[in-house]
């Protein structure tokens, strides 16, 4: 198309002589009567990832450049709702694929021999993920849909025993997985959508009976799918229709043989909650599944997303080692008022209130119920030099070293040091911007929050 042969130019005008990455360009053109926003998504960690939007043309054509894609399933759709029905690629390296999308169809062109495969199973597939995947907008009941299954299962089973290599050994591997988690997929899907008659177990074709089997979540192939956590889930909530065991997290779970998908289990459900406490409360028993930064990382900004800085509030339970190595937990250090210096060496203001921060703790010599405690943000390769810091000024009080701005400093989304915080023997927040050392209406907070009952 004309608009992509200009992209294309253009990026060579714009480089000179200099190395383009390798590009993929996506072009098509819809049946839509009027200009929409078309949408391409990726498939990361079992969800879809935006990547780009566009407006269709008054003729409906559309056209996407990906600069050195990720490998993997890409996603386009008319619908910003990621639930909704896409249209799935495969994108690899530098390629040009063309797309025809008429209503809930798309022919594929080009690309690759993946593409190739992929639409040549669409091509089987779309007679049941069509109604499906099509929820509400298929009007269709159990009675309409199973005969459509069942006469669609011998031309699964034909095209399984038909896949030839690609020559993309990856590809092929997470192809066979593919067409079995479809129907899998597309079979528990439609049971979940509304309908004006629900069946009985009897009136499952027999398909649906071997779809719980052992092994069928054992490994993480499920996460390079774009709705791989939404099939996940259906799978566990279908496990146990008509057993009467409530599907909590523990009895849902246990449909996943992997730590990983459990841990992506637990997180993807993190929206539910409303407070933070109950949040922390709930996860856990469950933190030792959280085994990948990617967990960890969605797990934090969950927690943080609901983290509240008021008085009372809980604190958050940081862990860091102190001078001699020694791990100090904000858990281990209630039963005392606990004033936090967020500071590091390289911090021109922080050192100006160490001799205030000093003679603070000269005054408070004796008070049992008020503990001190600093924590460096120096980076990790600076540790010998605030050691050295450490020992050469005498500092006192608790000494702990982040290794960066790391969780305390996220979850109090603390941006400028140095930065002094005040909490309760409960470990509750009194104030996250307490006053300086170098003013006295910190020492007074402290007497007070130390008599507090």
């Known amino acids: 198309m004309k608009k992509i042969c200009l992209l294309a130019a253009m990026a060579a005008s714009l480089h000179g002589f200099a190395a383009i990455p390798p590009t993929t360009y996506i072009q098509g053109v819809t049946d839509a009567k009027d200009p929409k926003t078309m949408y391409l998504f990726r498939a990361e960690d079992g969800a879809m990832a935006q990547v780009a939007t566009v407006k269709t043309s008054a003729a409906g054509t559309f056209a996407f450049a990906v600069a050195d894609p990720e490998e993997g399933f890409y996603y386009v759709s008319d619908n910003a709702n990621v639930n909704n029905l896409s249209h799935r690629i495969y994108v690899k390296g530098a390629s040009t694929i063309e797309m025809d999308i008429k209503g809930p169809k798309a022919a594929v062109r080009g690309g690759s021999k993946e593409n190739q495969a992929l639409m040549a199973w ?260 600076d540790k010998q030099k605030w050691e050295d810091f450490v020992k050469k000024e005498e500092l006192g009080g608790i000494q702990l070293f982040a290794g960066g701005w790391k969780e305390f400093t996220d979850y109090y989304r603390i941006t400028g040091i140095p930065r002094f915080l005040v909490f309760d023997k409960q470990g509750a927040i009194v104030t996250v911007d307490a006053p300086r050392p170098s003013t006295p209406e910190l020492k007074q907070l402290l007497l007070e929050t130390a008599k507090a009952k």
């Open 122 to 381: 669409q091509n089987v597939y779309d007679d049941i993920a069509i109604p499906s995947w099509s929820g509400i907008q298929y009007r269709g009941t159990y009675e309409d849909f199973f005969p459509i299954f069942e006469s669609f299962i011998p031309k699964f089973e034909a095209f399984r025993k038909s896949m030839k290599s690609s020559g993309n050994k990856r590809f092929d591997e997470l192809m066979r997985y593919l067409v079995v988690n479809d129907v899998d997929a597309a079979a528990v899907n439609f049971l979940f959508m509304p309908r004006t008659k629900h069946p009985k177990k009897e009136d499952y074709p027999a398909y649906y009976h071997q779809i719980v089997q052992p092994g069928k979540y054992a490994d993480t192939r499920v996460l390079q799918l774009g709705d791989g956590l939404r099939r996940m889930n259906a799978y566990s909530m279908y496990r146990l229709m008509g057993t009467g065991v409530k599907p909590g997290k523990d009895e849902m779970m246990k449909g996943l043989e992997n730590d990983t998908l459990k841990g992506f289990f637990l997180v993807n459900g993190l929206g539910g909650y409303r407070d933070q406490s109950a949040l922390i409360d709930a996860m856990k028993p469950y933190q030792h599944l959280l085994v990948t930064d990617s967990l960890k990382a969605r797990y934090k900004r969950a927690e943080m997303g609901l983290a509240s800085f008021a008085k009372g509030a809980r604190s958050f339970n940081f862990s860091y080692p102190d001078i001699n190595g020694k791990t100090v937990t904000m858990e281990s250090l209630k039963g005392k008022v606990v004033l936090i210096d967020t500071w590091a060496t390289w911090c021109g203001p922080c050192k100006a209130e160490i001799p205030h921060l000093k003679k603070l703790e000269e005054e408070l010599h004796g008070n049992t119920d008020i503990q001190i405690v600093s924590i460096s943000v120096d980076v990790e390769k």
